[in-house]
C-alpha cells in the first residue's frame, strides 16, 4: 500500500452513491505535504517523458497541478468552466459532465496557451468516467499539441474512464485506483498496481 | 520596482473598465517559478507572525495560496462558490461580490476546517472593492479564529478594497498596488512601497 492509499483510508469517507470525500486532505483543505509527494511520484512516473506544460481544470485539478508543475518545473495551465469578461475571445472548448456536481460544463482555454510544440501532461485530482480528462486532451491536440500523459490522483476502478482513456490511446499513471467502496462499512478497496 | 511589477508591465494588459489581463502568467497559464518568488517574499512580509493555515477562495486564489501555503509549511483550504454534493452539511457561508465575474456569489468553508486556535492568512491574486477577502475573514472569525493577516498579489488602489480592508484592522501585504491604468495607451502607474 502506498502513502496515498494509506492516507485515503485513513482520512477518506466513504458516502452512499458512490462519493469518497477527501475534504479533509486533497480538494477542500489541502494537505501540501501530502500534495508535494504525490508531485514527487508522478516525476518518478513520468520520468524520462518529454513534458513542457501541466494542464488540468478549475477547481478540484490546481492545487496537485501546480505542484506537479513545480516538481516538472514547467508552466500550469487550467481550464475555466465560466467565460470570464476578461477571458481571450479565441478560446479551444470542450464539454464535459462534472461527477461532482452533476451538470454538464463547457470548458475553456485560451488558444494562444497552447502552441502545437507542447507536450501537455494532463493532471487531475478524481477520475470517474473520464470526461473532464478526455475534454482536456482533446484541446490539446486540437491546439496542435501533444498529450504526453494523464496523472490522475485517484481512480475509480469501477467507472469507466481509466478503460476509455487506455482505449484511446493514452498513457495513464493513477496514484490509487479504488475498485470498491462499502458506504456501510466505510471499506475501500484498492487495486493492486 | 519589485518582480511582480516588472512581469505585470512586460505581460500584463490593459482593457477597458478597469481590467488588468494578466492570464498568461497569474491566473490562468500560471508560471511556476513567478509564483515561488511571490510566496517567497509573503514569507519574508509575515516574518514572525504565527501563522497555522492559508485560506484562499477559489479558483483564481489557489495557485497562489498553494505555493504560499508551501513556503510556510501549513495547509490550504480553499473557499467554494458552489455546494457540490460531497461538501459537509455545517458549514460557514459569507457572500461577496466576484468583480472578475460580476455577479454575487455565496462562499463555501467546512466548518470543521477551521478550529479557534487557528491563526489564518488570507491570500488572493485581486484585491478590488475587497468583498472576497472581507468575507472570507468573516467566516474565520466566525469559527473563533484569528486573522493573522492579508495578502494580495495584486490590489487596484483606485477601488476601496485597501481602505476598507485597513478600516477593519487587518494588516495587508499586497506585493504590487496599481494607482491607475489607461487602456488607451497601455500605460500602469504602480504605488511607490
Redesign the interface.
Known amino acids: 500500500m502506498n502513502f496515498l492509499e494509506e492516507r485515503i483510508l485513513r482520512d477518506g469517507t466513504v458516502?452512499p452513491?458512490g462519493?469518497l470525500?477527501v475534504?479533509?486532505f486533497l480538494n477542500?483543505?489541502?494537505?501540501?505535504?501530502l500534495?508535494?509527494r504525490i508531485g514527487a511520484e508522478f516525476k518518478k512516473r513520468f520520468a524520462g517523458v518529454e513534458i513542457t506544460k501541466i494542464l488540468t481544470v478549475?477547481?478540484g485539478g490546481?492545487?496537485v497541478a501546480?505542484?506537479v508543475?513545480?516538481c516538472f518545473?514547467?508552466?500550469?495551465?487550467?481550464a475555466?468552466k465560466?467565460r470570464?469578461?476578461?477571458?481571450?475571445d479565441d478560446v479551444l472548448t470542450a464539454d464535459a459532465y462534472s461527477y461532482?456536481?452533476?451538470t454538464e460544463c463547457r470548458l475553456f482555454?485560451?488558444k494562444r496557451?497552447i502552441v502545437p510544440e507542447d507536450k501537455v501532461l494532463i493532471i487531475d485530482d478524481f477520475l470517474a468516467n473520464g470526461e473532464a480528462s478526455l475534454a482536456l486532451a482533446s484541446m490539446v491536440e486540437s491546439a496542435g499539441a501533444e498529450v504526453a500523459g494523464i496523472g490522475i490522483v485517484i481512480e475509480k476502478g469501477m467507472q469507466k474512464g481509466g478503460g476509455l482513456i487506455k482505449k484511446a490511446g493514452y498513457r495513464l499513471e493513477s496514484l490509487a485506483i479504488i475498485d470498491g467502496m462499502d458506504p456501510e462499512t466505510g471499506e475501500i478497496r484498492f487495486r493492486e498496481q
Chains 1, 2 share one sequence.
Open positions: 458516502r452513491g462519493v470525500k475534504d479533509g477542500h483543505l489541502v494537505d501540501v505535504g500534495v508535494n478549475e477547481s490546481i492545487a501546480v505542484i508543475a513545480n518545473n514547467v508552466p500550469v495551465l487550467y475555466k465560466t470570464a469578461v476578461n477571458m481571450d461532482t456536481h452533476q482555454v485560451s496557451f
